[in-house]
């Protein structure tokens, strides 16, 4: 890498930081729907083979000290979240100094807490008993150790390679860094799952782990270069103003992190205390696991769409803000709705073969999470904006909100309805701190309408989950799925029948019109490399 500065003309009107945004887009919709498909081939791929490679305990040892490592992770505290909206900001602004200074103090900050973590970590090796101190049971010290290690390394390796893979969201290149964060997460999962089916040990598993992260930092370094000249790396210590701002403003992001923890694990925790019927636990896990496949799709679109309004804050364009919001939201509640409707028809047999009978089928608990999911879908968009305009004191305050609400509400509910109680609570929390808080404080920065805005989306969610529903279940009546291949033949013919009514429902006229032309650009295009192939 060189500390050579980038050239302030280095955006042009050819350069991927000022092509069209709808360009840019949809190219993050394809490549966030990558991702979310190799999640989960991972998650089902992953653990099977290594319960067989390992065994029972060694797995669950394997997964202990993943976890453990994993919360490195949390030795960020929000910054690059911080410091990855402030250089973007710079850069819209073409304040090149100022560029230069926040990626050097990013460095440099980095550079202390990584200095620090690895000293008290090698502090810590040579008097703690690393079963005793994880909780494993089937490894040893030294297998613990060694396995601990390197997934230790990896981990602090990746929190300041967060800064140079924000690069291409400040160069409005967001595709690309994202396609080589999706194949390194797809490398690692599948490198473990190559050693364990090979014979291999959790210890070179551990370390195939950190070789592939170090992987993603030359790939990542050298893709930037090349597509965007010299990367401005330097190392330099913050002025006691700029730490005061770094840390006051990394803390709010560093906050809504935390919550998540908490809405994900307390409602399981209460339902055991509680006096649940039994295997409500599982039932609760099993349907939001399952429903958890919408909305990771919902959550994957906003990210694109909430780095370019961020982007159109920055530049001070209130006419593309407005509209990309309005778009934006049009887009993830009707995706919201459409799956959802199609969800709730399968859920019955998807989930008796997925547990093979041991879970049975509640309607009303795998409705209460699809509710949650379409009512609070207009309010990604927004949590999304404030993620990466660096104005994050509303989602701490409305984060704040879940987790308690989430807490109290189920605590009254899960006594009288058990496993239902317990998602109609954790929902009803959502609904009420993301679902409103969030919108009302964007269309206020925004100068919208909050009225109009959540019924236009609701409308939208309300059509796709309608039409969504009938057709999935006139199919099945026809179909009559009862097994995986019925399961995927129901849903090839579904996405078949709703593609075009979809088209129109979610998209506004400019944006169908282009699409059909981009798609015509880009037939001609290949067509014209094959003919020239053949000839």
């Not at 050693?195 to 170090?214: E, H, M, N, Q």
């Not at 190392?235 to 730490?243: I, K, N």
């Not at 019927?277 to 679109?301: D, E, H």
């Amino acid at each position: 890498m060189t500390s050579k500065p980038i050239p302030e003309d280095r955006v042009t009107a050819g350069s991927p930081a000022s092509s069209d945004i709808r360009s840019r887009l949809f190219s993050s919709f394809g490549v966030q729907t990558l991702a979310v498909g190799l999640r989960i081939v991972q998650q089902i791929v992953l653990v099977p083979i290594l319960i067989a490679a390992w065994g029972t305990e060694l797995y669950q040892d394997w997964i202990i000290i993943f976890s453990a490592s994993a919360l490195f992770a949390m030795v960020d505290f929000g910054t690059q979240i911080y410091f990855g909206n402030a250089l973007m900001i710079a850069w819209s602004r073409r304040d090149m100094v100022t560029f230069r200074r926040l990626f050097a103090t990013a460095m440099g900050i980095y550079a202390v807490i990584i200095a620090v973590v690895a000293v008290l970590l090698f502090g810590a090796t040579t008097v703690a008993s690393w079963p005793l101190l994880l909780g494993t049971q089937g490894m040893n010290d030294h297998t613990a150790l060694w396995t601990f290690l390197p997934m230790v390394a990896a981990t602090l390796g990746l929190v300041p390679l967060g800064i140079f893979t924000g690069l291409y969201r400040v160069y409005g290149d967001y595709v690309h860094g994202t396609v080589l964060v999706v194949i390194a997460d797809a490398g690692r999962g599948f490198g473990v799952c190559l050693v364990a089916f090979s014979g291999g040990t959790p210890i070179v598993a551990a370390w195939a782990y950190l070789v592939i992260a170090s992987l993603l930092w030359l790939a990542v370094v050298r893709d930037l270069r090349r597509r965007f000249g010299p990367i401005p790396f330097s190392l330099g210590l913050p002025t006691m103003s700029e730490l005061r701002d770094a840390v006051s403003r990394s803390a709010l992001y560093f906050v809504p992190t935390v919550v998540t923890p908490i809405v994900l694990n307390l409602p399981i925790i209460l339902l055991g205390k509680l006096g649940a019927v039994p295997g409500a636990v599982v039932a609760f896990s099993v349907a939001r696991t399952f429903t958890g496949f919408v909305r990771q799709i919902v959550l994957q679109m906003c990210h694109p769409i909430g780095c370019e309004i961020a982007r159109q804050q920055a530049l001070d364009d209130t006419g593309k803000l407005g509209r990309l919001f309005k778009a934006g939201g049009r887009l993830t509640s009707g995706m919201a709705g459409l799956l959802s409707g199609f969800t709730l028809v399968v859920a019955d047999a998807f989930i008796r073969i997925w547990t093979h009978g041991a879970v049975v089928f509640d309607p009303w608990l795998v409705g209460a999470f699809l509710v949650t999911i379409i009512c609070a879908a207009p309010a990604q968009v927004a949590l999304t904006m404030f993620l990466y305009n660096n104005k994050p004191g509303i989602l701490v305050f409305a984060q704040g909100g879940y987790a308690i609400g989430t807490v109290v509400f189920c605590a009254l509910l899960i006594k009288g309805f058990s496993a239902a109680g317990a998602a109609a609570g954790t929902g009803l929390a959502e609904c009420v701190s993301i679902g409103l808080l969030v919108p009302f404080a964007a269309t206020r920065q925004i100068r919208l309408n909050l009225g109009l805005y959540l019924g236009q989306c609701y409308l939208v969610a309300a059509m796709a989950f309608s039409a969504s529903w009938g057709v999935a279940w006139a199919l099945n009546q026809l179909i009559q799925a009862q097994s995986l291949i019925f399961l995927m033949v129901l849903g090839g013919a579904w996405a078949i029948v709703v593609a075009l009514p979809s088209y129109f429902l979610l998209l506004s006229s400019a944006e169908r019109d282009w699409l059909y032309f981009h798609g015509l650009a880009r037939f001609s295009r290949i067509s014209t490399f094959f003919r020239r192939q053949v000839g």
